[in-house]
């Protein structure tokens, strides 16, 4: 029906891209296809579909609209976002390295450290707020450098373009985990990514009813490895799921834009809020990546971490607990406001001394603030922390 999709804007690819009317009936949202097997006519010949592991007319037209947001070909969709970080660390095999972060969502830094190390990969965490940071780092072991940006919880804003040109120069993979910025924000391919990695459960997903993880990229080979490990591991989704990432998608910007709405209110009021001692949100002025951030990000997102000013566990446990419209709870991106506490909940596998050096303190709150009417957001706000 529409020929040049990809050609389009952001809104009309995130209703439209991947999806035409169905050819059967003419149903204008992509059926669920509740099927494990397809019928031959005889031995391979087929209509492309052979077993739901490997493809599924329901997830393909999902991870086309993925791929069309971050503006490359392929797309390959997860059981979880930790199910597509595990199919790039497939890749690798032992002896190789990797540099990454240190400052990075706590289930990325458990997979490295806990199931590859095992295997015989090195990992290097490091401060990679100045790219420069990678060149002593690397060797001829050096296969992959993965970064988050903006950081969980901290929001660092790592340049993408400048790692890139690091990357390239070395014959080193590049994947960037997107997940906070979203593809609205965002788009790491355009700045010479590699592959964009994606937990949908959060921001592209955006109901909190759905985890699912997404890989991206317009690398062909890259494409048929991963779809290699995607297909032979088996860590692919079922199409009621994609179906409702594909119903979610189709309000993304307009969900997008009331979270960075919402989130720049928020920041605004505890910045100066007597209770409150650091605030971290690229959005300020004075935010140490805010150059880079208005660079590469066309939005500063709705995810704010404060820290409380004189605060212990326990008083932060405290006021964790008196939210009424925020909820007390893991995970982010949805459209209801939710507040987490990184040390206990979301970073809880990292040591303390290794998350306390990056700023992942006890008194840390992580604010995902949701598109709920700003007044009554303040308003709970307000009393949380009188
Ligand atoms: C949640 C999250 C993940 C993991 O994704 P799941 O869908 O929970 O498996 C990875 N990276 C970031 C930044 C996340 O927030």
């Known amino acids: 029906m529409m020929n040049n999709i990809n050609e389009m804007k952001f809104a009309t690819k995130a209703i439209h891209a991947g999806q035409e009317p169905d050819p059967t009936t003419g149903a204008v949202m992509t059926p669920i296809y509740q099927t494990s097997t397809y019928w031959q006519k005889s031995p391979g010949e087929h209509k492309g579909y052979e077993y739901s592991r490997g493809t599924n007319p329901t997830r393909k037209a999902l991870e086309d609209c993925l791929a ?171 199409p009621q799921d994609a179906f409702l990432v594909l119903r979610g998608i189709k309000t993304l910007h307009l969900r997008m834009k009331a979270h960075c709405e919402n989130g720049e209110k928020v920041a605004h009021y505890l910045k100066n809020h007597p209770k409150i001692d650091k605030i971290y949100w690229p959005g300020f002025e004075d935010h140490p990546n805010h150059a880079i951030a208005k660079k590469q990000m066309r939005g500063f997102g709705g995810m704010v971490s404060i820290t409380l000013k004189d605060a212990d566990l326990q008083e932060t446990f405290r006021i964790a607990s008196r939210f009424k419209v925020f909820s007390l709870a893991e995970s982010l991106g949805g459209v209801e406001s939710l507040v987490n506490h990184p040390t ?43």
């Not at 206990?344 to 596998?349: F, K, L, N, P, R």
């Open 344 to 386: 206990t909940m979301t970073h809880g596998s990292i040591p303390k001394a290794d998350r306390e050096k990056v700023g992942v303190t006890d008194n840390l709150l992580r604010l995902s603030v949701g598109v709920e009417d700003i007044d009554d957001l303040l308003a709970d706000l307000e009393q949380a922390l009188s």
């Open 68 to 238: 069309a947001l971050e503006n490359c070909k392929y797309g390959l969709a997860f059981s979880s976002g930790m199910g597509a970080t595990d199919a790039v660390l497939r890749l690798l095999k032992p002896g190789d390295e990797v540099i990454t972060g240190n400052d990075l969502y706590g289930g990325s830094y458990r997979i490295f450290t806990k199931v590859y190390e095992k295997y015989g990969i090195k990992f290097h965490f490091l401060d990679l707020s100045d790219p420069e940071n990678i060149k002593p780092h690397i060797n001829q072991n050096t296969k992959l450098v993965w970064i988050e940006t903006p950081t969980n919880p901290t929001m660092r804003i790592i340049d993408i373009e400048g790692v890139a040109k690091i990357t390239k120069a070395n014959n080193i993979l590049l994947t960037v985990d997107n997940t906070f910025a979203s593809p609205y924000l965002q788009n790491p391919i355009d700045l010479g990514a590699d592959i964009v990695m994606h937990s949908v459960t959060k921001y592209i997903g955006g109901h909190s009813d759905v985890v699912m993880g997404a890989l991206l990229t317009n690398n062909e080979q890259l494409y048929k490895d991963l779809f290699f490990v995607y297909n032979a591991c088996g860590a692919t989704p079922g």
